[in-house]
């Protein structure tokens, strides 16, 4: 696993298209999906406006039970096959509208830096500045022709403090960063000795003397701050030294129980993925980055979520229509329900893009984790690695 290097200043983002759906005859391209038109989009809805009382049929011949399916969706060489734990149904699931945290002010950014020194520097107007510099540079095309253009969700907006030993900073009132230099360098000191990597399962959370569970608790702690209740976990590895050892994790915020996820592997111009990683020793946070994480819940609309089973019997519409290629070598082992932050609808930015609001909407979330999905050498398999249902509507909305 490569070390892991956050920046004060700027979080990159690279775009790139989403990839991984052909196109189907008489369809017309959405959200970088193709979308049929005609009778499949009108059972598409149906399905989804259905109260399930059907039942779907699949080449295994089994049905989805409480808390996990096994089986094949599809007919002949146009299949999708199935084996996860599925969540259940809850009732408290809406359309969500954020909005840059005005709460993320000076008195909150002195909280997060948690100075021991009386003597704290602010440097927020050099940041304000850099960010400008940064953002016209990244919008000037380059002798190449080339630009590098991007969302960012929340205001133009910056502040910065530091004392020497800690730094913290708020980004357009929806990001945040925190530096215990002293801690960060002990952190990059392992690799000047022997030391190992390990990945972190779920189940593996407990474990240990210095668990990954107790990782969670004290970046927890001090995310409070920044008014951060709940995150979940996308990937933990545990790195041990001589004498050292720390947590790096990638983890994503949460909005009533649900994780935030983007549901590929890629971005797409005008995609925000609100994500987060750190670095989490014994001692404390030694360093922690939040892009577009701390959006404020202005606005729920509260809405009906299909059923899993209904999700199937759409994905059989996908399958027989062309617009999910599938031919079965991928078992696809997660089920999850996320909320997905829907990519701006406007024709791609001529500049640097400053998102005054995201919208979070529910998605039925299919895939296989890229780890697995590299050391299974599924590279020539038909078959994208993420499946995305909207949860509402039963649209496809990614397919990567």
């Known amino acids: 696993m490569k070390r892991t290097v956050y920046l004060t200043m700027a979080a990159v983002v690279c775009a790139v298209a989403f990839t991984g759906c052909q196109k189907a005859p008489d369809a017309v391209e959405g959200n970088g999906i193709p979308h049929a038109q005609g009778d499949m989009e009108k059972q598409v809805q149906d399905i989804a406006a259905a109260d399930d009382c ?18 094949t969706v599809g007919t002949g060489g146009s299949i999708i096959n199935i084996n996860a734990e599925i969540p259940a149904l809850t009732d408290n699931l809406s359309v969500i509208t954020l909005k840059p945290d005005d709460g993320l002010d000076m008195d909150a950014l002195h909280a997060f830096l948690d100075s021991e020194s009386g003597a704290v520097e602010d440097t927020s107007q050099e940041l304000l500045r850099y960010i400008e510099e940064n953002d016209k540079e990244n919008a000037t095309f380059q002798e190449n022709g ?9 205001d133009h907006s910056a502040l910065r403090l530091g004392d020497g030993k800690k730094e913290a900073l708020f980004k357009f009132h929806t990001g945040a960063y925190y530096v215990d230099h002293d801690l960060l360098e002990k952190c990059h000191g392992i690799y000047s000795g022997n030391y190992s990597e390990t990945l972190i399962m779920q189940d593996q959370m407990g474990e240990g003397s210095f668990s990954a569970e107790r990782a969670k608790e004290i970046l927890l702690d001090k995310l409070k701050a920044v008014g951060v209740g709940d995150i979940a976990m996308k990937e933990i590895c545990y790195v041990k030294g001589d004498g050292y050892s720390y947590y790096e994790m990638q983890f994503v915020p949460v909005y009533d129980g649900i994780a935030v996820d983007i549901g590929s592997n890629s971005y797409t111009l005008g995609q925000v993925f609100p994500s987060g990683f750190g670095f ?21 609309e509260p809405v009906t ?35 997905y932050p829907v990519p701006n609808p406007a024709p791609d930015p001529d500049a640097i893009e400053y998102k005054s609001e995201l919208t979070l909407t529910p998605i039925w979330h299919i895939y296989m984790p890229v780890d697995e999905y590299v050391d299974g050498g599924y590279y020539d398999a038909a078959g994208p690695s993420h499946i995305c249902i909207n949860a509402v509507t039963g649209e496809l909305v990614v397919a990567d």
């Open 54 to 71: 059907g039942r779907t049929q699949t080449e295994a011949g089994k049905q989805p039970q409480t808390g996990w399916y096994q089986g």
């Open 146 to 154: 080339d630009r590098f253009l991007y969302s960012t969700f929340g």
């Open 280 to 300: 989490v020793t014994e001692e404390g946070v030694a360093d922690v980055n939040l892009m577009d994480f701390c959006g404020k819940a202005a606005k729920k």
């Open 305 to 339: 979520v299909i059923s899993f089973e209904q999700v199937l019997k759409i994905l059989e519409q996908y399958l027989d229509n062309g617009m999910i290629v599938s031919d079965g070598t991928i078992i696809y082992d997660r089920v999850e329900l996320n909320y």
